[in-house]
């Protein structure tokens, strides 16, 4: 850490309180690189203040994935233990918020072996899908946020030092979430969520039946959104009424896109980390609501493994409507993180669409 431990500080409260708005004897899982321990640290300690039951750490470390990934065989990768299982269920019976911490290496993963990558991700995915509605339903608060590392950094700034990219991508990180050293970062997300419900309540009242897009890089792409759709920005709010932000930066209205309503072609500005790899210079052509041709300049494997990933991966789940004049945008950064990169621009989002994007969707079976 380069900047002062008080902006930490404030980006750990703003996290705890704004984000996951962690509730009084309810337990907070926190996910992060090993790196992070100092923070996390933080985190805890602003989660315990407000009356936590527990703090669970899940922690991770991108040179323990890449021995996983390389002398595992596929069999045992694959072989997901009912305790994984076990143990997610336990945290969403207690009521658990979960805090995700971004900070590894765009790319950090791409010199294994794809297909053990794809094979464990599909087969935790089946295992747990049938607890992914705590969060996809909002059931109970999630959050995710950025903090700086050296490899990162050094991915956006290569031409600079390790120490002024690092420096660099903090000051980039800090600004976009809005935590500044003479203001108020609780304050300022009140008045930023608040202009962005205001933007989402009107774009709901003028109900449009489809959105139009196009791009000087030959995108040509018309979405129909579903009847009664609900477009929403800035934080949500659980079924016990309990708000929060989930993704801390965010510029986004989102809605959701009428399933067989998607048609034509669109061209990606900005490159895509996915499973530890850099997807570039990628595209993808729509016909009824699925894609049915798409192409990449770099990782065109790795983007194949993302639409074959499920039966709703080649379908339309989200689309998203971002001002040009936002924090993000005016970077005129490539974090090559999606979390930042995708609310820099307008954009879209395969797979599941999230039912509160329609009325009376949380209620639908």
Same mark, same amino acid.
Not at 301 to 311: A, G, I, Q, V
Not at 324 to 340: G, H, M, R
């Given at each position: 850490?380069?900047?002062? %431990? ?53 922690? !991770? ?14 069999? !045992? ?32 993963? %791409? ?92 774009? !709901?009242?003028?109900?449009? %039946? ?39 930066? !965010? ?115």
């Amino acid at each position: 850490m380069s900047a002062s %431990k008080a902006m930490y500080q404030k980006l750990a409260k703003l996290a705890v309180v704004r984000g996951v708005n962690v509730q009084p004897n309810q337990p907070l899982v926190v996910t992060a690189s090993v790196r992070d321990y100092e923070f996390v640290r933080m985190v805890a300690k602003e989660a315990y203040a407000v009356g936590a039951r527990e703090v669970i750490m899940s922690w !991770t470390d991108t040179e323990l994935a890449k021995l996983t990934y390389t002398y595992q065989s596929e069999e !045992t990768l694959t072989d997901i233990p009912d305790w994984k299982y076990d143990m997610v269920k336990r945290e969403h019976d207690l009521g658990a918020c979960y805090l995700r911490i971004h900070s590894d290496m765009p790319g950090a993963l %791409k010199d294994v072996d794809q297909s053990k990558v794809r094979a464990y991700q599909m087969a935790y995915s089946k295992k747990m899908k049938d607890l992914r509605k705590y969060t996809m339903n909002n059931e109970g608060q999630w959050c995710v946020i950025g903090i700086p590392s050296v490899e990162w950094a050094k991915v956006v700034f290569p031409h600079l030092s390790e120490e002024e990219a690092f420096e660099k991508l903090e000051d980039a990180i800090f600004m976009t979430s809005r935590v500044t050293e003479d203001s108020d970062p609780l304050e300022n997300w009140r008045i930023h969520d608040g202009d962005l419900v205001e933007h989402a309540r009107k774009l !709901t009242e003028l109900n449009f %039946k489809q959105l139009h897009f196009t791009s000087e890089l030959g995108t040509d792409l018309t979405v129909e959104l579903v009847d009664n759709h609900v477009w929403i920005g800035g934080g949500d709010k659980t079924p016990k009424g309990v708000y929060f932000d989930p993704n801390i930066p !965010t510029e986004e209205c989102f809605t959701m896109p009428k399933k067989t309503g998607v048609n034509g072609i669109v061209y990606a500005s900005k490159p895509l980390s996915y499973s530890g790899k850099v997807i570039d210079g990628f595209w993808f052509r729509f016909e009824n609501g699925k894609v049915v041709d798409f192409g990449a300049k770099q990782e065109e494997e790795t983007l194949k493994s993302l639409l074959d990933f499920d039966e709703g991966s080649r379908h339309l789940g989200e689309v998203a409507l971002v001002p040009y004049d936002s924090p993000i945008s005016n970077s005129n950064i490539l974090f090559f993180n999606t979390l930042f990169d995708e609310n820099a621009a307008c954009h879209l989002a395969l797979g599941m669409p999230y039912p509160e994007n329609v009325k009376g969707g949380a209620h639908m079976s």
